[in-house]
């Protein structure tokens, strides 16, 4: 069996957050999704959950982070060529999300970050396969 990831994030409006998910690309898995929660698809391992606050909160007796004031978790999502990167940093942009940090290409690594409605961080980036290190001297 592949072996997965759910990335649970808290979010203030679960309609807004899905909205804005499904323009990035992901795919909302209705079997999965309801008034509290929505599953949204990124690949076949891939899926983070919107949980609004008070379901969120059933999972955790800690306090929610204020991911606007504090950082809780960077996300790195990969990309299979640049202009995908550029492409998801546009519909971030577009859609109620913002750019911390701009794109920036390094020849063999290129990418940035954007932040969703309620201040979760997704970094991004292309990596060229066929780079290596260079040899030590």
């Known amino acids: 069996m592949t072996k997965m990831i759910f990335v649970n994030l808290p979010v203030g409006d679960v309609l807004r957050s899905t909205a804005f998910y499904e323009a990035l690309g992901f795919e909302k898995n209705d079997a999965f999704s309801n008034e509290q929660a929505s599953a949204m698809v990124w690949s076949d391992a891939i899926s983070v ?21 504090t950082s809780a978790v960077l996300n790195c999502l990969s990309f299979d060529d640049k202009r995908a990167v550029d492409a998801f940093h ?15 290409d390094q ?30 001297g």
């Open 49 to 69: 959950m919107l949980l609004d606050h008070a379901f969120y909160a059933t999972f955790t007796d800690k306090p929610i982070a204020d991911t606007r004031a």
């Open 107 to 136: 020849g063999f690594l290129y990418g940035g970050a954007i932040e969703d409605p309620d201040g979760h961080t997704w970094e991004t980036m292309w990596m060229d396969k066929e780079w290596t290190l260079p040899a030590a």
């Open 90 to 104: 546009a519909a971030a942009n577009n859609s109620g999300g913002s750019e911390p940090r701009a794109i920036k």
